[in-house]
């Protein structure tokens, strides 16, 4: 379902909770790592249940960009 608000679009993502699919993807920016912190950060999945699918494909998509764009540290060996 997409509703415009003040001239942009939202996807609710949780119909029971009123959940849009940018809530969503700024919990995963904020470092949301499984489905337990998204529902923590947002209150997703928590009613029916039936949006948690759609849930898990933008978390899994948001940590994969997330992960390319990490900077990657050299950390010498000790030994």
């Given at each position: 379902?997409?509703?415009s608000?003040?001239?942009?679009?939202?996807?609710?993502?949780?119909?029971?909770n009123?959940?849009?699919?940018?809530?969503?993807?700024?919990?995963?920016?904020?470092g949301?790592?499984?489905?337990?912190?998204?529902?923590?950060?947002?209150?997703?999945?928590?009613?029916?249940?039936?949006?948690?699918?759609?849930a898990?494909?933008?978390?899994?998509?948001?940590?994969?960009?997330?992960?390319?764009f990490?900077?990657?540290?050299?950390?010498?060996?000790?030994?």
């Open positions: 379902m997409r509703i608000i003040l001239g942009s679009e939202a996807m609710y993502v949780c119909i029971c009123a959940i849009t699919e940018s809530q969503v993807r700024q919990a995963v920016e904020a949301a790592e499984d489905l337990w912190d998204l529902q923590a950060a947002t209150g997703i999945a928590t009613g029916c249940g039936s949006c948690k699918e759609t898990a494909d933008i978390l899994r998509e948001g940590r994969s960009r997330r992960r390319h990490e900077p990657q540290v050299y950390v010498p060996s000790l030994a």
